[in-house]
C-alpha cells in the first residue's frame, strides 16, 4: 500500500471485522471488497462504514467542514487533518455534508461505483462508460480543464430520461494515475427538476388543438363484451 491513510484504513476496516464479525469467517479477498450490492448486509461494507466512523468521526467531520461549500481543497484539507485517503474522506463528507453531493469512483473510464449524500436524489449508472460531457473523461484524455467546480450538463451524469432541458450540475475531479482512475465529486448546486411523464400526457389531453380536425389523440374503440 502507497498511501499511509490506505494502511491507516485497512487496520481499521479489520478492526471492525473483529469487532463485528468474530462470529464469522471474511475472507476479504479482492472479489469480496469489490462488491458494492447490498452495503447493508455486506461484511465489507460494514467494515468501512465501522473504520469510516471510527477515523473520521461525523461530529468532528461537521466541526471542520462549518459553512464551507463542496471542493477537493476543502476534501483534501480533511484529509490531511485526520490523516486518511481523499477517497475515504469524500465519501465520509458526502454522508455528512448540507449539501446535495456525492463522489464517483470510475476506472479505465468506467464508473465503478458512487457514494450518494442521503440528500443527494439523482441516480449515476454504474457499470457504463463517463460521457464526454464529463470533466472527468476529459481529465482522463489528458485535455486541460480549469480548476475548482465547474458546472456541466446534468445528464452527462444523471441516467434519467425525464431530467429537464438544460438541467446542470457541478463537478469538480481529480485523477489518480497509479490506479488509472478518476474521483468525481459532484454537487448539485441548483434544484435539479424532471418532468412528469403522467403530467405531460394530461397537458396534451388539454391542448385545444386537440379539440379540433387536427387532433393527434384519438379515443380508442374497445369492443363491447
Same mark, same amino acid.
Given at each position: ?35 458494492? %450490492? ?5 461484511? !465489507?461494507?460494514? @467494515?468501512?462504514?465501522?473504520? $469510516?466512523?471510527?477515523? *473520521? ?86 485535455? %486541460? ?5 465547474? !458546472?456541466?450538463? @446534468?445528464?452527462?451524469?444523471? $441516467?434519467?430520461?425525464? *431530467? ?62
Amino acid at each position: 500500500m502507497r498511501e499511509e491513510g490506505r494502511k491507516r484504513f485497512t487496520i481499521a476496516h479489520e478492526i471492525g471485522h473483529f469487532i463485528l464479525h468474530r462470529d464469522r469467517q471474511v475472507s476479504c479477498l479482492p472479489s469480496d471488497i469489490a462488491r458494492w %450490492e447490498n452495503a447493508d448486509d455486506n461484511p !465489507e461494507r460494514q @467494515a468501512d462504514n465501522f473504520a $469510516s466512523q471510527l477515523l *473520521l468521526p461525523s461530529p468532528d467531520l461537521l466541526q471542520q467542514i462549518g459553512g464551507s461549500s463542496p471542493s477537493f481543497q476543502l476534501i483534501g484539507s480533511l484529509a490531511d487533518f485526520f490523516g486518511t485517503t481523499l477517497t475515504a474522506t469524500g465519501r465520509k463528507y458526502c454522508e455528512v455534508a448540507p449539501q446535495e453531493c456525492a463522489v464517483v469512483w470510475a476506472v479505465d473510464g468506467i464508473i465503478r461505483w458512487m457514494h450518494p449524500a442521503g440528500r443527494f436524489r439523482h441516480w449515476i449508472g454504474t457499470g457504463r462508460r463517463l460521457s464526454d460531457g464529463t470533466i472527468a473523461l476529459q481529465m482522463l484524455n489528458g485535455q %486541460e480543464v480549469p480548476s475548482g467546480v465547474q !458546472e456541466v450538463p @446534468a445528464g452527462a451524469w444523471i $441516467s434519467d430520461f425525464r *431530467l429537464s432541458e438544460g438541467a446542470t450540475i457541478w463537478e469538480e475531479s481529480r485523477t489518480m494515475p497509479f490506479y488509472n482512475g478518476c474521483l468525481p465529486l459532484l454537487w448539485a448546486q441548483r434544484e435539479i427538476k424532471y418532468w412528469n411523464c403522467e403530467e405531460e400526457e394530461r397537458l396534451k389531453e388539454l391542448d385545444p388543438r386537440e379539440f379540433t380536425h387536427e387532433r393527434k389523440l384519438w379515443p380508442t374503440k374497445k369492443k363491447r363484451r
